[in-house]
Antibody, heavy 122, light 107 residues
């Protein structure tokens, strides 16, 4: 059974760095073609893809947020960590991690965590 | 920037058919995927690779795609289908893009 769970602070101040952890089970990021992504959703708005990390440690980032994002993995703990620097109130959102099914090197998201809400406010 | 445009809302009576479009200048020769999201819940994939349906997804959900438009069709809409629906594809730089979202209201 595949599960993912996001954890991290519910509140961060502007200019701080957000660190979120995705803890998963039911698959391994050491397995060929396995990938995990982060996706966010501001209140009442659409989904926005942020980043992806692959089994071979390749990393991909949203073009618009690339400069602020860092994704990493700890395969011994079955965890993926996302760091977003210089947080702004516009970054207030629910942050999801999701497993990626690769199709033509991209694909889609078949299992999602429940999401963790993050508010950016002083 | 690359955008996938969906109608903001679709209203449909129970038992009728709802169609949700996902339009782009070009779909960059990538597949279209569809997700359903109910309030307070994570998205669930309904359609992958334009037309495929994961196991457990009811047959009333179907997908189709052309060069510029992907379409999700819900045949015989049920009250439980009231939700937000998002398409997803990729842009020419090879990054994931979600549509603007469509709220389906069952009258």
């Amino acid at each position: 059974q595949v599960t993912l769970r996001e954890s991290g602070p519910a509140l961060v101040k502007p200019t701080q760095t957000l660190t979120l952890t995705c803890t998963f089970s039911g698959f391994s990021l050491t397995t060929n073609k396995m990938c995990v992504s982060w996706i966010r959703q501001p209140p009442g708005k659409a989904l926005e893809w942020l980043a992806r990390i692959d089994w071979d440690d390749d990393k991909y980032y949203s073009t618009s947020l690339r400069a602020r994002l860092t994704i990493s993995k700890d395969t011994s703990k079955n965890q993926v960590v996302l760091r977003m620097s210089d947080m702004d109130p516009a970054d207030t959102a629910t942050y999801y991690c999701a497993r990626v099914v690769l199709v033509n090197e991209l694909g889609y998201f078949d299992y999602w965590g429940l999401g963790t809400p993050v508010t950016v406010s002083s | 920037s690359y955008e996938l445009t969906q109608p903001p809302s679709v209203s449909v009576s129970p038992g009728q058919t709802a169609r949700i479009t996902c339009s782009a200048d070009a779909l960059a020769k990538q597949y279209v995927y569809w997700y359903q999201q109910k309030p307070g819940q994570a998205p669930v994939v309904l359609i992958y690779k334009d037309v495929e349906r994961p196991s457990g997804i009811p047959e009333r959900f179907s997908g189709s795609s052309s060069e510029t438009t992907g379409t999700l069709t819900i045949s015989g809409v049920q009250a439980e289908d009231e939700a937000d629906y998002y398409c997803q594809s990729a842009d020419i730089s090879g990054t994931y893009v979600f549509g603007t979202g469509t709220k389906v209201t069952v009258l």
